[in-house]
């Protein structure tokens, strides 16, 4: 059980170490899968005659793991039957050493095929739930793909819906991330050349999203997340998915808790800053045993009468008179009220609301695969070789082959939340490069501080399906996407944008010379253009809502 997984869920169960009494009894079996292969599971019984409704939670990290104890304490002492198991190839299971393969709907199907030999046990009371975080959050959101009940509640924490989007930004491998990860849980190293050889969203990955099967998911879950996570955007995702498009027990009957976190989750620090009250979220349906106990046992425990969203609006956390900083409910994701509006980036570096009145103009940046823009902080995984969340980014912007565009100090306070975008548009002599986008706010201090980013391989320009090199010094537009947030930019702080082509080890470096991804060739340095003006107006795209401050309404009521 790896340290993410044991601080999400014991954090978010709450005091489960207090509960030394042992209330339950243990046995493991070799389940057998629809193919033979058997898979090592735990189950432990609570003191009593059953049946029980039953919490499953299927780990790649290892079941036989000191804090099962306490967490077997606790979810027994409410009542329920837990049961644990290693996924296929890992800890004590057979099979391949290949990550979320057999996950899902696919030819295997372990996920499915467990929730039957559980609704068949004599101790379950055709009540099966679902929950953690990380890889578990995957492994529940494949599961949900495949329809099987009985499913009947979920806990998802920091996953995300789509597979190609958790190892790659638009076309750009997210090396340090999955190479990291991949070593460290020592996975079958064909798993990184299966990963690597599908740099674009193509039928592989098609297969392997829940976008494309969201009525199949059938059941209400809690999908809770952080601005600064590795899969922010398919927390996000994922909600909207199952309220919108989800089976009928799962569409209206979502929960969202967004958060000022990295990967761990519950934690009021986030890379340099800290957020005030960041891990004491205002909703009981923010501890997994509540949630099940309301959606399978019917007790309400405060959470019938919760509005379904609930998430973190942050503020300017150098400066503890700005606004922000606080946590708000609302009915729906995204804010209906939010506008997009375009910040626009000039020629003299400046960005402003106004569009470019002037001539075109264009500024120049290079992309030197031998000599790459460092990553700092970012959307990153804890353990990794980056550290993750919002870092001051002055050694980044200080380099020539980073554009920074700033904005005048905002006369008023200025809430963003929802999706941002940037479009720009690029020239180059080079047949491929990278576009690298932040958004950062530069606060009372004077230091800018990363909020979201995005990139895009521009072969991938006109599709992520196609592949279409560029033609030396033709103009091309951009569209790259840099998930959500929620900020609010203060009277006097400053809006920034950066723009550059590398960015490592985060990023795969490309090497700008058109070859596909990891075949060897001679790297090759790109010279670029960014195109400004009002034929080619280069912008950020912000979600502007109408600032609500504390005790100011619940937004969509």
């Avoid at 491998?173 to 996975?187: D, N, S």
């Avoid at 349906?285 to 969203?309: C, H, M, Q, R």
């Amino acid at each position: 059980m790896n340290r993410t997984w044991k601080f999400a869920f014991l954090w978010s169960i709450g005091a489960a170490t207090l509960l030394p009494t042992r209330l339950w009894s243990q046995e493991t079996q070799l389940v057998a899968m629809s193919d033979g292969v058997r898979l090592s599971t735990n189950v432990y019984l609570p003191d009593g005659k059953g049946p029980w409704p039953v919490e499953l939670e299927r780990t790649p990290y290892g079941k036989a793991n000191g804090d099962v104890k306490n967490l077997s304490a606790s979810v027994t002492a409410d009542g329920w039957v837990l049961v644990i198991q290693d996924t296929r190839g890992r800890g004590a299971s057979e099979g391949a050493n290949v990550p979320f393969e057999a996950d899902g709907w696919g030819v295997k199907h372990d996920g499915a095929d467990t929730i039957r030999w559980i609704a068949g046990q004599p101790w379950c009371d055709g009540h099966v739930v679902t929950c953690g975080a990380s890889a578990l959050g995957i492994a529940q959101l494949m599961l949900a793909g495949t329809g099987v009940r009985p499913l009947s509640a979920q806990y998802i924490q920091v996953a995300g819906s789509s597979s190609y989007a958790g190892i790659y930004r638009q076309g750009v491998f997210r090396k340090a991330m999955i190479e990291g990860w991949i070593q460290r849980f020592k996975f079958d190293p064909s798993t990184l050349r299966v990963w690597t050889s599908h740099p674009g969203y193509d039928d592989y990955w098609m297969q392997r999203d829940l976008a494309r099967r969201y009525p199949f998911a059938d059941s209400p879950a809690v999908h809770e997340g952080g601005w600064f996570d590795i899969f922010t955007q398919g927390t996000l995702d994922s909600f909207e998915g199952y309220n919108e498009d989800g089976g009928p027990h799962a569409r209206g009957r979502q929960r969202l808790i967004m958060g000022p976190w990295t990967h761990m989750i519950g934690s009021d620090h986030a890379g340099q800053l800290t957020f005030p009250n960041a891990n004491a979220i205002p909703a009981a349906v923010g501890k997994p045993l509540a949630w099940f106990d309301y959606t399978v046992k019917g007790a309400n425990g405060g959470i019938g009468n919760e509005s379904p969203v609930t998430y973190y609006v942050m503020g300017d956390t150098t400066d503890p008179r700005a606004p922000g900083n606080f946590w708000r409910s609302a009915e729906r994701w995204p804010r209906p009220e939010a506008r997009p509006t375009p910040l626009f980036l000039h020629a003299d570096h400046s960005a402003g609301f106004a569009p470019s009145s002037g001539d075109a103009a264009t500024l120049p940046w290079t992309s030197d695969p031998d000599h790459p823009v460092p990553t700092i902080g970012g959307p990153q995984l804890p353990g990794s070789v980056v550290a993750p969340g919002p870092m001051d980014q002055a050694e980044v912007e200080a380099r020539p082959d980073v554009l920074v565009f700033t904005s005048d100090p905002l006369p008023e306070p200025m809430e963003v939340t929802g999706r941002i975008a940037a479009k720009i548009w690029i020239s180059s002599d080079a047949p491929d490069t990278d576009v690298i986008v932040r958004l950062c706010i530069v606060g009372a201090n004077g230091k800018s501080y990363n909020l979201a980013e995005g990139a895009i391989r521009a072969r991938y320009w006109r599709s992520l399906r196609e592949e279409h090199l560029l033609e030396p010094g033709k103009i091309y537009p951009l569209e790259i996407d840099l998930w959500s947030t929620s900020v609010v930019f203060n009277r006097g702080n400053r809006i920034r944008v950066d723009v550059a082509s590398t960015s490592a080890p985060g990023y795969e470096v490309n090497p700008d010379n058109g070859l596909p991804l990891r075949v060897p060739g001679a790297s090759r340095l790109a010279r670029n253009l960014i195109h400004l003006g009002p034929a080619y107006p280069s912008q950020i795209v912000l979600p502007v809502a109408p600032y609500l401050a504390p005790g100011a309404g619940r937004p969509n009521r």
